[in-house]
């Protein structure tokens, strides 16, 4: 399998001389095509950072980022555009929906900003839209959907242009369990059947017990990790307890 992402040795500080905080400490790992990988870790951790970083919203201090065979970490203020507009998808948190704009065409502002032909676009959009079961509610606004279903249509736009690697960013924190269990899923089925490479940061050990393997940081370092293999994903989040538990973190949702 081809490695999709590459971080080597990066490290990130923020502060002066007289006052350095090392947010990330010398961390390396690999995620292969197909892959999806959580990252899990206390509060001040640095997984946010970490993200932050792969996602191009912040530089690292040293070390490399490799994404699709593109160092990041070197490219210009141009370049580093194109590449986030045509290799990343965003999930956040809290959705990051226009109001005045319906689900297709918050779906179709990516695409209309790669300028694809109209044809193409309306074929994209239906498509990723049948993959997330959200066809029925495409020409609603916003105000008009269930939390779900704006994060639905959140991971369509990030999915519609195709990109390399998806980054999730506590995708679940604003929804219901019955809301974030329909969003999981969809990952999952994303993930499986598609072979979408995801990057997920979360807190929440039921979230994470749908990725195939787990990174945990503490204190900017990699602390622990799990790899899902055979075990169920009641097995697995077991096991994920069991480490946040060592980390002294939250546990989130029991299943």
Same mark, same amino acid.
């Given at each position: 399998?081809?490695?999709?992402?590459?971080?080597?040795?990066?490290?990130?500080?923020?502060?002066?001389?007289?006052?350095?905080?090392?947010?990330?400490?010398?961390?390396?790992?690999? /995620?292969?095509?197909?892959?999806?990988?959580?990252?899990?870790?206390?509060?001040?951790?640095?997984?946010?950072?970490? &993200?932050?970083?792969?996602?191009?919203?912040?530089?690292?201090?040293?070390?490399?980022?490799?994404?699709?065979?593109?160092?990041?970490?070197?490219?210009?203020?141009?370049?580093?555009?194109?590449?986030?507009?045509?290799?990343?998808?965003?999930?956040?948190? @809290?959705?990051?929906?226009?109001?005045?704009?319906?689900?297709?065409?918050?779906? +179709? &502002?990516?695409?209309?900003?790669?300028?694809?032909?109209?044809?193409?676009? @309306?074929?994209?959009?239906?498509?990723? +839209?049948?993959?997330?079961?959200?066809?029925?509610?495409? #020409?609603?606004?916003?105000?008009?959907?269930?939390?779900?279903?704006?994060?639905? /249509?959140?991971?369509?736009?990030?999915?519609?242009?195709?990109?390399?690697?998806?980054?999730? @960013?506590?995708?679940?924190?604003?929804?219901?369990?019955?809301?974030?269990?329909?969003?999981?899923?969809?990952?999952?089925? =994303?993930?499986?059947?598609?072979?979408?490479?995801?990057?997920?940061?979360?807190? #929440?050990?039921?979230?994470?017990?749908?990725?195939?393997?787990?990174?945990?940081?503490?204190?900017?370092?990699?602390?622990?990790? &799990?790899?899902?293999?055979? #075990?169920?994903?009641?097995?697995?989040?077991?096991?994920?307890?069991? /480490?946040?538990?060592?980390?002294?973190?939250? /546990?989130?949702?029991? =299943?």
């Amino acid at each position: 399998m081809q490695n999709i992402v590459s971080i080597e040795k990066v490290e990130k500080y923020y502060g002066n001389k007289g006052n350095i905080t090392k947010a990330i400490d010398n961390i390396s790992f690999t /995620v292969e095509q197909g892959e999806f990988v959580g990252i899990m870790g206390p509060s001040g951790s640095g997984k946010t950072t970490l &993200l932050n970083c792969i996602s191009t919203i912040d530089t690292v201090t040293t070390g490399k980022i490799i994404i699709n065979n593109k160092d990041i970490t070197v490219l210009k203020k141009k370049a580093m555009e194109e590449f986030r507009r045509d290799e990343l998808g965003f999930i956040f948190q @809290d959705f990051n929906l226009l109001d005045t704009l319906t689900a297709y065409e918050n779906i +179709a &502002l990516a695409l209309t900003i790669q300028q694809r032909e109209t044809a193409e676009i @309306d074929r994209l959009i239906k498509n990723v +839209a049948k993959k997330l079961e959200i066809t029925e509610i495409l #020409d609603k606004f916003p105000f008009q959907m269930s939390g779900g279903q704006k994060q639905r /249509v959140a991971c369509a736009r990030a999915l519609v242009t195709e990109p390399s690697l998806v980054l999730a @960013d506590e995708p679940t924190g604003a929804l219901d369990s019955k809301s974030a269990r329909l969003l999981l899923d969809s990952f999952e089925k =994303l993930n499986n059947e598609f072979q979408t490479t995801i990057l997920m940061v979360t807190h #929440d050990s039921f979230t994470a017990s749908y990725a195939q393997r787990i990174l945990f940081i503490k204190d900017g370092r990699i602390f622990n990790e &799990l790899v899902r293999g055979n #075990d169920t994903r009641k097995e697995f989040f077991n096991k994920i307890i069991e /480490v946040v538990t060592l980390l002294g973190g939250d /546990v989130g949702h029991v =299943l």
